[in-house]
Nanobody, 124 residues
Framework: QVQLVESGGGLVQAGGSLRLSCAAS????????MAWFRQAPGKERELAAA????????SYADSVKGRFTISRDNAKNTVYLQMNDVKPEDTAVYYC?????????????????WGQGTWVTVSS
């Protein structure tokens, strides 16, 4: 069992930056694939970014590529999402997820464990 707690969401102006954190419980965190999903009001959920257990492999949605960076600190059981040059269309609830399986293709990633989510609102 893995419990995930997100933090760092809030209101930010367009062009600004925000860093989301996700603290995970459980001794097997280091072996889990981690990812951030997001869901904007009235829109489908989107896999924004994913990272392998070692941090050696990452994947990003085209909509965030070049602006967002996912990283992890296995010593702290924490995964991060650095959001730069944010846009109003980045407004969404951001969910941290974990999955014990390794992925070669993150398009099939669904996440087994989910956090409660944290709101990010970008003002224009």
């Amino acid at each position: 069992q893995v419990q995930l707690v997100e933090s760092g969401g809030g209101l930010v102006q367009a062009g600004g930056s925000l860093r989301l954190s996700c603290a995970a419980s459980g001794r097997t965190f280091t072996s889990y694939t981690m990812a951030w999903f997001r869901q904007a009001p009235g829109k489908e959920r989107e896999l924004a970014a994913a990272i392998s257990w070692s941090g050696g492999s990452t994947s990003y949605a085209d909509s965030v590529k070049g602006r967002f960076t996912i990283s992890r600190d296995n010593a702290k059981n924490t995964v991060y999402l650095q959001m730069n040059d944010v846009k109003p269309e980045d407004t969404a609830v951001y969910y941290c997820t974990a999955d014990p399986r390794a992925y070669n293709d993150y398009t099939s990633y669904r996440g087994i464990y989910w956090g409660q989510g944290t709101w990010v609102t970008v003002s224009s």
